[in-house]
């Protein structure tokens, strides 16, 4: 099993703008849904979540772990709220 996209979802709100992350897969009809609102950074999570995407895509969701300490340790936002939130 491996990704094969990464899509953002901004729902437009009043005080604040939703963020949802959808993970794609290459299995047929399965997927997985994140939340990834940073109030008032709305472009900087959307940005940060499609530098991230090129590490992810063609990995196996299943390790978890793994992706987890590789967004971590390889990402430019290393440490702060839109990799840690």
């Known amino acids: 099993m491996k990704i094969?996209?990464?899509?953002?979802h901004?729902?437009?709100?009043?005080m604040?703008?939703?963020?949802?992350v959808k993970i794609v897969t290459d299995q047929p009809g399965l997927w997985g849904w994140g939340e990834a609102?940073?109030?008032w950074?709305?472009?900087s999570v959307v940005g940060a979540v499609k530098d991230i995407s090129q590490l992810l895509i063609g990995e196996d969701p299943r390790r978890i772990e793994y992706l987890w300490q590789?967004?971590?340790?390889q990402?430019?936002?290393?440490?702060n709220g839109i990799v840690r939130g």
């Open 70 to 73: 590789m967004m971590y340790r």
């Open 41 to 43: 950074h709305t472009e």
């Open 37 to 39: 609102t940073l109030e």
């Open 4 to 8: 094969t996209a990464i899509e953002t």
């Open 10 to 14: 901004v729902c437009h709100a009043r």
């Open 75 to 79: 990402h430019f936002w290393h440490g």
């Open 16 to 20: 604040r703008n939703w963020i949802f």
